[in-house]
């Protein structure tokens, strides 16, 4: 599966975005997918993670409460919706799919990338 991100831009604190994440082939349905996101000089690091059916969410305790994570099969796209925003959320956010339908919460385990999408958060 082929990820494509979108979505990401400039907010100030307390704001909100919301990124997309096109996919194509007719195998998305069946994946976990997840978001991930990479600051500057950091390690990339799980964000929020749905299962195939949606039926399984998980999200970093750094973002739960604030951040809502969707999927909407008919159109092969993923959502990460990003509110009340803070600076230390600034980073790189990368979409990916998983190997399996269970939500993907560890990089070693994604089975392809979205190119990232750069959301910089002004206090």
């Known amino acids: 599966v082929q990820l494509q991100a979108s979505g990401g831009g400039l907010a100030q604190a307390g704001g909100s975005l919301r990124l997309s994440c096109a996919a194509s082939?007719?195998?998305?349905?069946?994946?976990?997918m997840g978001w991930f996101r990479q600051a500057a000089g950091q390690e990339r690091d799980f964000v929020a993670g749905?299962?195939?059916?949606?039926?399984?969410?998980a999200y970093a305790d750094s973002v739960k409460g604030r951040f809502v994570i969707s999927r909407d099969t008919r159109k092969n796209i993923l959502y990460l919706q990003l509110n009340s925003l803070k600076p230390e959320d600034t980073a790189v956010y990368y979409c990916?799919?998983?190997?399996?339908?269970?939500?993907?919460?560890?990089?070693?385990?994604?089975?392809?990338w979205g190119q990232g999408t750069q959301v910089t958060v002004s206090s």
């Open positions: 082939g007719r195998t998305f349905s069946t994946y976990g």
């Open positions: 749905i299962s195939w059916d949606g039926g399984s969410i």
């Open positions: 990916a799919a998983g190997q399996s339908g269970t939500p993907v919460i560890v990089a070693r385990l994604v089975r392809s």
